[in-house]
C-alpha cells in the first residue's frame, strides 16, 4: 500500500468538520459523551480531562465564522453532511476550480459517494449504470435503494437535480471560513505541535493495524491527515483517510492498550449487550457483511453498524474483504485472551 502520510491537518476536512460542529455544538459533545460511556469509560470525564483543547478550537473558529442562513442546508444533519464531507474531500480542487467542472461530472461524483455508501451495508453494489441517472424518475428509482431515511433522500435529490447550484454554495460556505479555521489552528498551535509528529510516528509503526488494513481494503494510494475536529475518530474514503489525533487514548489503539482494566471493562459492556452478544455468536457460524447481520437479527444497518464499532474497538471482531465487500469475523484468539484475563482476575 501507499500511504502519503500528512503531518498537518487537511484545511477543508476540518473546516467541513468545524462548521458542521458549531451548527450542533451541545449534540455533538453529548454525543461525544455517550459514545465513549459505551465503550465503558466514563465519558465526561475523560472529556474533561482530554478533549478541553476541541472546545478551544470550536469557540476559537466560531469567533472569526461567517455564517449565512443557506449554511443551514449543508450543516444540520450528520447523514447529509457525512455524504457531503466524502464527496469534497474526493474532490477538493472544487474549492477553486468548481466553474470548470461540468454538472454531469458532479452529479457523477455525488452518485459514486452514494453507491459506496450503498456497497458498504448491502451485499451487492449498485450498477455503474446508475452513473448515468438524470431525469427525476431515474433519481427517484436511485434514491429508493439507498440506505437514508426519508428527509435525507428529499436533500439529495434537490441535490441530485442541481448539483452545480447546491456545491456552489457548499463551496462558497467553506472557502469564506477557512480564515476562521486558520485563526482557530493559532489557539492550538502548541499541542498541535506535540500531537501530529505523535500520531504520524505511531503509523510509521503500524500503531493501529485494523485501522490501516480497512485503509488498505479501499485504495492501494492513499493520503492520510491527522484531524483534531474528529479527536478519536477514523474515517476512510477512496483517496483521502483522517485518523484522529487523540484515538490513542482510547483503552485500545492498535495493538496497545492503554489502560488494560478500561479495556477488560469495555469489552465486559460490550458482552453485556444482547444485540453484540448475538452478533458475536452469528460470527461464531461465519463471516457475514453488515446487512447479512442486520437480517438476521431483525436490526437496521445502521444500528449493526454502530454496534460493530463498538465490537471493533473492542478487539473482539476483525475485518476481510470478499468480492469488494467488508466481512466481519471473530477475533478467537482475543476472545480467548479475554477469558485467560478474567480468569487471573477473579479465579
Same mark, same amino acid.
Given at each position: ?76 444533519? !450528520? ?19 468548481? &466553474? ?7 452529479? !457523477? ?52 437535480? @442541481? ?18 479555521? #486558520?485563526?482557530?489552528?493559532? #489557539? ?12 504520524? @510516528? ?13 485503509? &488498505? ?14 479527536? %478519536?475518530? @477514523? ?14 487514548? $482510547? ?10 482494566? !478500561? ?73 480467548? %485472551? $479475554?477469558?485467560? #484475563?478474567? !480468569?487471573?482476575?477473579?479465579?
Amino acid at each position: 500500500m501507499n500511504l502519503d502520510i500528512r503531518e498537518q491537518l487537511d484545511p477543508l476536512f476540518e473546516t467541513m468538520g468545524l462548521l458542521y460542529v458549531s451548527s450542533n455544538r451541545e449534540q455533538h459533545k453529548e454525543q461525544t459523551i455517550m459514545e465513549l460511556d459505551k465503550l465503558g469509560i466514563d465519558g465526561e470525564a475523560f472529556y474533561n480531562k482530554n478533549l478541553k483543547i476541541i472546545d478551544k478550537y470550536i469557540q476559537a473558529f466560531q469567533k472569526h465564522q461567517i455564517t449565512e442562513d443557506s449554511d443551514r442546508l449543508f450543516f444540520t444533519d !450528520e447523514t447529509y453532511f457525512s455524504v457531503l464531507l466524502a464527496l469534497l474531500c474526493e474532490n477538493a480542487n472544487w474549492l477553486t476550480e468548481l &466553474e470548470k467542472v461540468s454538472e454531469d461530472r458532479i452529479r !457523477e461524483a455525488l452518485l459514486q459517494v452514494l453507491i459506496s455508501e450503498h456497497s458498504e451495508q448491502h451485499s451487492s453494489a449498485i450498477e455503474d449504470t446508475h452513473l448515468n441517472v438524470r431525469s427525476l424518475d431515474e433519481i427517484i428509482s436511485f434514491l429508493e435503494e439507498c440506505p437514508f431515511e426519508e428527509g435525507v433522500k428529499w436533500k439529495l435529490m434537490s441535490l441530485l437535480q @442541481q448539483p452545480r447550484k447546491h456545491m456552489l454554495a457548499l463551496v462558497s460556505a467553506v472557502s469564506r471560513n477557512l480564515p476562521a479555521f #486558520e485563526q482557530a489552528c493559532k #489557539e492550538v498551535e502548541k499541542p498541535l505541535g506535540r500531537l501530529i509528529p505523535k500520531l504520524v @510516528q505511531s503509523i510509521h509503526k503500524n500503531g493501529d493495524e485494523g485501522f490501516l488494513k480497512l485503509v &488498505e481494503f479501499f485504495s492501494q494510494s492513499s493520503t492520510l491527515h491527522p484531524a483534531l475536529i474528529m479527536p %478519536l475518530g @477514523q474515517a476512510v474514503y477512496v483517496s483521502q483517510c483522517y485518523c484522529g489525533l487523540y484515538v490513542d487514548l $482510547l483503552p485500545i489503539s492498535g495493538n496497545h492498550i492503554a489502560d488494560p482494566k !478500561e479495556y477488560l471493562l469495555m469489552r465486559l459492556k460490550a458482552l453485556a449487550d444482547n444485540s453484540k452478544l448475538q452478533i458475536l455468536s452469528s460470527l461464531k457460524a461465519s463471516p457475514k457483511y453488515n446487512l447479512e447481520i442486520a437480517e438476521q437479527l431483525g436490526l437496521s444497518a445502521a444500528t449493526v453498524s454502530h454496534h460493530m464499532n463498538v465490537l471493533l474497538a473492542s478487539g473482539m471482531v476483525g475485518i476481510d474483504k470478499k468480492n469488494s465487500k467488508v466481512h466481519y469475523h471473530l477475533e478467537t484468539d482475543n476472545i480467548r %485472551l $479475554l477469558i485467560d #484475563e478474567l !480468569e487471573r482476575y477473579l479465579l
